[in-house]
Nanobody, 124 residues
């Protein structure tokens, strides 16, 4: 059974930074693309960032590009989301997800495995 375990969320002030981590059990990230999504109260889950595990290629949503960085550690089988210059509108539950393929995707339907989410709250 696959479990995706996120950590690193919390309550911060606007302008602060946080780093989220995601590590799986029962799954390796080889030959997969990984993604981070977020969901604010009353809103649909939205794409944040994705990374190809093999090539390291990345893609970001326009709202976080230049502030967030997705990366992976092959040895630790862990994917990270470094979030800088956080804004109140970044407040959401953040989810990591794994695709069955190595190509990048911004759609939730493209991901087969999901974590339980970690809360990020940014106060103004």
């Amino acid at each position: 059974q696959v479990h995706m375990i996120e950590s690193g969320g919390g309550l911060v002030q606007a302008g602060d930074s946080l780093r989220l981590s995601c590590a799986p059990s029962g799954l390796t990230f080889n030959d997969r693309a990984m993604g981070w999504f977020r969901q604010a109260p009353g809103k649909e889950r939205e794409f944040v960032a994705a990374i190809s595990w093999s090539s390291g290629g990345t893609y970001y949503s326009g709202s976080v590009k230049g502030r967030f960085t997705i990366s992976r550690d092959n040895a630790k089988n862990t994917v990270y989301l470094q979030m800088n210059s956080l804004k109140p509108e970044d407040t959401a539950v953040y989810f990591c997800a794994a695709r069955p393929h190595n190509s990048l995707s911004t759609s939730t339907s493209g991901y087969a495995f999901w974590g339980q989410g970690t809360q990020v709250t940014v106060s103004s």
